[in-house]
């Protein structure tokens, strides 16, 4: 489990070159509420919008999230109640006039900044 990282992994990278390459400037891995322990992947501090990158298997992606083998019920467990603690960070930062975006790792990063760029107000420029 110590070889997972918390943070700069492959898909989060990619999104934040592509939210980078729009002209979009933003924080990482900062907590947009300070009182609430949870920290966001991506964050527009003036716009109050977070970006959560949610990995497939942790966070239980309806397409790709798979089933553990070994210490099923464990797993099953860990991944019920991380979709839950999701849902109440979302509600959280709502709550406090924060908007949310989760991105799933497996979308692709271009697509997913455009969304991020799209709930920041800014124009999307579109190939000739």
Same mark, same amino acid.
């Given at each position: 489990?110590?070889?997972?990282?918390?943070?700069?992994?492959?898909?989060? &990278?990619?999104?934040?070159? +592509? $939210?980078?390459?729009? #002209?979009?400037?933003?924080?990482?891995?900062? *907590?947009?509420?300070?009182?609430?322990?949870?920290?966001?992947?991506?964050?527009?501090?003036?716009?109050?919008v977070a970006v959560f990158l949610d990995g497939?298997?942790?966070?239980?992606?309806? &397409?790709?999230?798979?089933? +553990? $083998?070994?210490?099923? #019920?464990?797993?099953?467990?860990?991944?019920? *109640?991380?979709r839950e603690r999701d849902a109440e960070t979302?509600?959280?930062?709502?709550?406090?006039?924060?908007?949310?975006?989760?991105?799933?790792?497996?979308?692709?990063?271009?697509?997913?900044?455009?969304?991020?760029?799209?709930?920041?107000?800014?124009a999307v420029e579109r190939p000739s």
């Amino acid at each position: 489990m110590r070889s997972n990282k918390g943070r700069d992994t492959k898909p989060e &990278l990619a999104l934040r070159r +592509a $939210v980078h390459a729009l #002209g979009l400037r933003y924080r990482v891995a900062i *907590r947009p509420v300070k009182s609430v322990r949870r920290t966001a992947d991506i964050v527009f501090t003036k716009a109050k919008v977070a970006v959560f990158l949610d990995g497939c298997f942790w966070h239980g992606c309806p &397409l790709h999230h798979t089933v +553990a $083998v070994t210490n099923a #019920g464990f797993w099953a467990e860990k991944v019920r *109640r991380t979709r839950e603690r999701d849902a109440e960070t979302d509600q959280l930062l709502k709550e406090a006039g924060w908007r949310v975006l989760r991105v799933w790792e497996h979308e692709d990063p271009a697509d997913a900044a455009k969304r991020v760029a799209i709930l920041l107000g800014r124009a999307v420029e579109r190939p000739s």
